[in-house]
């Protein structure tokens, strides 16, 4: 799935089913606010990371899972892709490339080089946070030497993937080790196929 920049406020209520929640989760809305209507507990937020986290740890949730199924049986593979896939150029500006995300209205896009598509980093809006006015001009470098100036670079510049043959569990593993949320699917040849992000977890979970 092609992960885009839409968040609708949502309100749970803690004495309730999590369906309406997952149903949310699974299509544009990343958090949710919950409340506890008897006012025995305070307000606090669910995260997509929540859902996720809960699942691994406890697989009996969703019985009808085997996470030791692959990506690929479980529907992401070349033939089931509904979108093509956003990348961002090794030597193109950080610039053209943050401008081909809000274009394609999009949180998350892999670096790649010009000839193989081989993946090489990972940028997301995040990634914005550390710019201030003494290191915007940064953003006029190629996009490799942009993502060595952030604070995060060595993860940025080694992103997290998997491929159509990586088992659930450890995809899920993976995930919440890293605490990221989105995983880039490649080829033998590290050419980068497709991406999983939370919400297509979450679309998962809620068909079952």
Same mark, same amino acid.
């Given at each position: ?13 803690? %004495?309730?089913?999590? @369906?309406?929640?997952?149903?949310? !989760?699974?299509?544009?809305? @990343? ?26 740890? %406890? ?20 033939? %089931? ?34 000839? %193989? ?87 998962? !979970?809620?068909?079952?």
């Amino acid at each position: 799935m092609i992960e885009k920049v839409i968040e609708f406020f949502f309100k749970t209520d803690a %004495n309730e089913e999590l @369906h309406d929640t997952l149903v949310a !989760f699974s299509k544009d809305t @990343h958090r949710s606010l919950v409340i506890d209507y008897t006012n025995k507990t305070s307000p606090y937020i669910l995260t997509q990371t929540d859902i996720i986290k809960y699942v691994y740890d %406890n697989p009996e949730c969703l019985p009808e899972i085997d996470y030791n199924s692959s990506l690929r049986s479980l529907g992401w593979s070349n033939e %089931n892709k509904k979108n093509e896939l956003v990348v961002g150029y090794a030597n193109e500006t950080a610039l053209n490339v943050y401008r081909r995300m809000a274009f394609k209205n999009l949180i998350g896009i892999p670096i790649v080089d010009g000839v %193989n598509q081989q993946i090489l980093g990972n940028l997301s809006l995040s990634d914005l946070r550390g710019l201030n006015y003494e290191s915007i001009d940064l953003l006029v470098l190629p996009i490799l030497e942009f993502l060595k100036h952030l604070p995060n670079s060595e993860n940025i510049l080694n992103p997290k993937v998997v491929t159509y043959d990586t088992s659930l569990k450890e995809t899920l593993k993976i995930i919440i080790d890293n605490h990221i949320h989105r995983i880039w699917i490649i080829d033998e040849n590290k050419k980068v196929l497709d991406v999983i992000t939370l919400t297509d977890l979450i679309n998962l !979970f809620s068909k079952f």
